[in-house]
């Protein structure tokens, strides 16, 4: 996950390098670190570098690491012809290693030539069962031929072992979501939570998946998190503010005719009201009368 | 009554909702159908289109404040929701998924004649080949049993494109990349700064 403050850097670089004011290798070494997956730009910089003799010697031997990121976006882009000249180069240079055998078995994958793929892939796993990455690339295997169930059932593996990974786990919760298996989701972001508190968009989803759950428990612990959201950025989540507007809407209709022990919890509602038409007025003017009669359709919902 | 029912989209409506799924290429994406029924009952017009989200699409909170905003905005130009656009994440999965039709099924219990629509990635690829002029997505409607069944595969025209160029007009946003001016409700829950209105998109 990147902040916004990493994404504007990124996009400023490749704003900067698409426009031709260079800038280019830094921007691919800011790629590589946020892990973040931009295919057809890396493919198009990073060829630019590899394919000038002076530019590449100026990288020194981070030229191999260039190699290997262009592989995989060209891999990615379905250019499986460069993927294929870059894996060669690598071949050459770095015989029977380990790391090139790993792409190898990627541009089977991106062939689509699963069983093939599968092969290399536990070939590979049979020397090195800690494999983080040939381990991940089982599991997009699984997804990529619509083999969710696989997929979950790898992934709870792997994460029996490296229970630290929260990108598994975010992963596994949005497999979790688009099957509709919204309390597996809950618990997945459970433990990210439990594993990194601070993290608001952490305590986000999660109060997204409760209030999808429903329920007045779940709504009610729903709103709390939300309520978390807002106090750890700084009451700056749209989301999380639109999420406690919701909440108590909810929360109203849920328990309408008991008691009216939920008065004092509209106070929330109202600062979230307050702090959304103060947002709007002041970056989104042209829809704050829509956000105001949707306010007003919630609050009168309940 | 309900076989003879045509479905027709608007240029930008149809347009709209390919640019987004292709600027999201990686992940499923969704859309709210904008629009109202004429001629006599006979033709449901789409006429405008809302991009809404590239992310955890199974989550109720942001699609319930987006369809609060949507309705609101568009019940005062005289339009409601008549339809939903899914694109799958895989290229190859052609299967309705549980999410579109829950939300097909409540766009049902005020529109009976809802349209959920779904792109047809193998058409969308081959678009350029031809002069094809049909729409790149798939119709399903639901039938009196409550299913949700794909309309039209017979080949009889149940779903067109309002204007007859709409195809041509696509491919060349798709190779000037027009998808990145692109903005969804997504986009604008995350910085309300974008406008999920996309006013600047066609001019």
């Known amino acids: 996950m990147v902040s916004n403050r990493e994404e504007a850097e990124v996009n400023r670089l490749e704003n900067q390098v698409d426009n031709g004011g260079g800038g280019a290798w830094e921007y691919l070494c800011h790629v590589r670190k946020l892990k973040l997956r931009r295919s057809d730009k890396v493919l198009k910089h990073g060829l630019s570098i590899l394919n000038d003799p002076k530019k590449r010697s100026s990288i020194g031997p981070e030229e191999w690491t260039l190699y290997e990121q262009v592989a995989i976006a060209a891999m990615d882009c379905q250019c499986l012809d460069i993927a294929k000249d870059c894996i060669k180069v690598l071949q050459k240079q770095f015989p029977g290693s380990k790391r090139v055998g790993r792409l190898e078995a990627m541009l089977l994958e991106a062939k689509g030539s699963w069983a093939e793929a599968e092969k290399a892939y536990s070939s590979l796993l049979d020397d090195n069962p800690f494999d983080q990455v040939i381990q991940k690339r089982m599991v997009a295997m699984a997804k990529a031929q619509g083999n969710l169930s696989g997929a979950i059932e790898w992934l709870n593996k792997y994460l029996e072992t490296f229970m630290a990974d929260h990108d598994a786990w975010r992963e596994l919760a949005e497999i979790y979501v688009s099957l509709q298996m919204y309390k597996q989701a809950a618990f997945c972001y459970e433990e990210l939570i439990l594993s990194q508190s601070t993290n608001p968009l952490y305590h986000l989803a999660y109060a997204d998946v409760l209030y999808t759950l429903g329920g007045l428990e779940n709504v009610q612990t729903a709103k709390k998190y939300y309520a978390s959201v807002i106090d750890l950025t700084g009451g700056k989540n749209t989301r999380a503010l639109f999420g406690v507007c919701l909440c108590t809407s909810a929360i109203g209709q849920l328990v309408k005719g008991r008691s009216k022990e939920e008065n004092d919890n509209s106070e929330l509602q109202s600062l979230a009201a307050m702090a959304l038409e103060k947002s709007y007025k002041q970056r989104a003017p042209s829809k704050l009368s829509l956000l105001n009669s949707t306010l007003r359709s919630l609050k009168l919902s309940s | ?203």
Not at chain 2, 139 to 164: A, H
Not at chain 2, 182 to 188: A, E, R, T
């Open chain 2, 1 to 203: 009554m309900g076989s003879e029912l045509r479905y027709e989209i608007g240029q930008n409506a149809y347009i709209k909702l390919v640019l987004h799924a292709l600027k999201h290429r990686t992940s499923a994406v969704n859309g709210v159908l904008l629009g109202r029924l004429s001629g006599c009952g006979a033709v449901v017009e789409i006429t405008e289109s809302v991009p809404l989200f590239h992310s955890q699409i199974g989550l109720l909170p942001p699609l319930e404040i987006a369809l609060l905003q949507i309705e609101e905005y568009y019940s005062d130009e005289g339009l409601s929701i008549v339809g939903y656009f899914h694109a799958n994440e895989r290229f190859d999965d052609f299967d309705l998924g549980g999410v579109a039709k829950n939300i097909g099924d409540h766009i049902y219990r005020y529109f009976p004649q809802v349209a959920l629509l779904m792109l047809d990635n193998k058409k969308l690829e081959a678009l350029h080949k031809g002069k094809d002029r049909s729409p790149v997505m798939q119709l399903y409607t639901r039938d009196s049993f409550k299913n949700w069944k794909q309309v039209g595969s017979d080949g009889s025209n149940r779903l067109v494109i309002k204007e007859p160029s709409a195809n041509v007009l696509l491919l060349d946003y798709i190779s000037s990349k027009k998808w990145q001016d692109m903005v969804d409700f997504d986009d604008h829950l995350d910085d309300i700064n974008k406008d999920w209105l996309n006013p600047e998109l066609f001019k």
